[in-house]
């Protein structure tokens, strides 16, 4: 079985009007802004799933700063992962300094996701205080959390295939 246990789905209304969906959300901005940057919903990952002879791959969200951008992209994940059952599973992105970030966390699970992620602090050094309670969470549904690390330095990294 292949599995490609990281990639990255969008609603559709996000590929469509992603200059709306920067307003506001710098580290989506300097990913996403360009209208070059690929993004895919779950239909176009599955078709390259096919293509690739890929089994099941994760796909995770984006750390939004806005509690409804979060809540609009895991209710996607959600309805892609009851969509795609058999091909893929979801993780709940939530930004964890946001105040709401463990409710949507707990929603999401709730919701049929299966952990959260990816869980990214692109500015800042890691929020270890405010991932705390997304660390217990993950633990008590015994589901996995996933993390991306990078040095809050240097110049934004265009999404641009080679
Ligand atoms: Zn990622």
């Known amino acids: 079985m292949v599995v490609d246990a990281h990639t990255h789905i969008f609603p559709p209304e996000m590929l469509s009007d992603r200059a709306r969906f920067c307003e506001g959300e710098p580290a989506f901005a300097a990913?996403?802004?360009?209208?070059?940057?690929?993004?895919?919903?779950?239909?176009?990952?599955?078709?390259?799933?096919?293509r690739d002879q890929v089994d099941v791959s994760w796909a995770v969200g984006f750390p939004w700063l806005k509690e409804e951008n979060a809540r609009l992209h895991n209710d996607y994940l959600m309805a892609s992962v009851a969509q795609f059952p058999e091909r893929l599973r979801g993780l709940a992105a939530v930004h964890p300094p946001q105040a709401w970030?463990?409710?949507?966390?707990?929603?999401?699970?709730?919701?049929?996701?299966?952990?959260?992620?990816?869980?990214?602090?692109?500015?800042?050094?890691?929020?270890?205080?405010?991932l705390a309670p997304l660390c217990r969470l993950s633990d008590e549904a015994d589901r996995p959390i996933l993390l991306h690390t990078n040095e809050p330095v240097g110049t934004g990294i265009p999404a641009r295939r080679p």
């Open 31 to 50: 990913i996403y802004a360009d209208p070059e940057a690929p993004m895919v919903t779950a239909e176009g990952l599955v078709a390259a799933m096919d």
């Open 101 to 130: 970030a463990r409710r949507e966390a707990e929603r999401a699970l709730a919701g049929g996701l299966h952990g959260l992620g990816e869980i990214a602090f692109y500015d800042t050094d890691l929020n270890v205080k405010s």
